[in-house]
């Protein structure tokens, strides 16, 4: 696996508008910085302890991104550092990051995580759920938070036009709400086995993690 050379390659097939997040997990410290070398700057992580442990280790202009399951009770540990939080699925931490930013004197950006596999075991909210969020009087008050944009992630599978089926209607829900609240610009969508369809489908946020660092070992 050469690190550069895949990111480089990927990078340069991306459409401007499009963001690379590097997905690191369970990847060590050296290969971050030979992305690092290679000029990538956002890094996304699915664990906080890990994510703050590379943090503390790393370049302090590298964005940290959280793109995984997020435990209320561990977003303090991230809270002074983290530059977005992708999936954010319930309004109990949604008040636990506006929270935790306060007290580190800082608005934390957050997408919100939107239920769009046919699996039951992915995380997100549905539609009236969104809605019911944005709509509500106590997601006014949060003054250190700012959703800016959409998550979501398709079903594994081989099937094109079910991934396909899925990318569009996140899709068409991120044009309906971008419509009518400021600052929503991220569509979060796509990973190394669907990114190219992700981005057809109007994705503006990548996220990438094999292509790049090749295959994780999670033993
Ligand atoms: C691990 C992960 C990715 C990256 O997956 P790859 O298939 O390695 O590109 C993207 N998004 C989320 C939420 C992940 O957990």
Known sequence: ?????NLLYIKNTLPEHVTLVAVSKTKPVLDILTAYDAGQ?????????????KWEKLPKDIQWHMIGHVQRNK???MAEYVSLIHGVDSFKLLKEIDKQAKKNNRTIDCLL???????DTKFGLDENELNEILQSEE?????????VGLMGMATFTED??????????LHSIFS????????????????????????????????????????????
Do not use: C, W
């Open 139 to 147: 997601f006014l008050q949060l003054k250190n938070i700012r959703i």
């Open 1 to 5: 696996m050469n690190i550069k050379e």
């Open 41 to 53: 700057r956002i890094f996304g992580e699915n664990k906080i302890q890990e994510m703050t442990q």
């Open 160 to 169: 094109q036009n079910q991934i396909k089926k899925e990318f569009r209607k």
């Open 176 to 219: 309906t709400i971008k419509n009518s609240i400021a600052n929503i610009t991220i569509l979060s969508m796509g990973m190394s086995g669907d990114y190219p369809l992700a981005i057809k489908e109007g994705s503006t946020m990548v996220r990438i993690g094999s292509s790049i660092f090749g295959a994780r070992n999670y033993h």
């Open 75 to 77: 977003v303090k540990y």
């Open 113 to 119: 995580q939107i239920h769009i596999a046919e699996e």
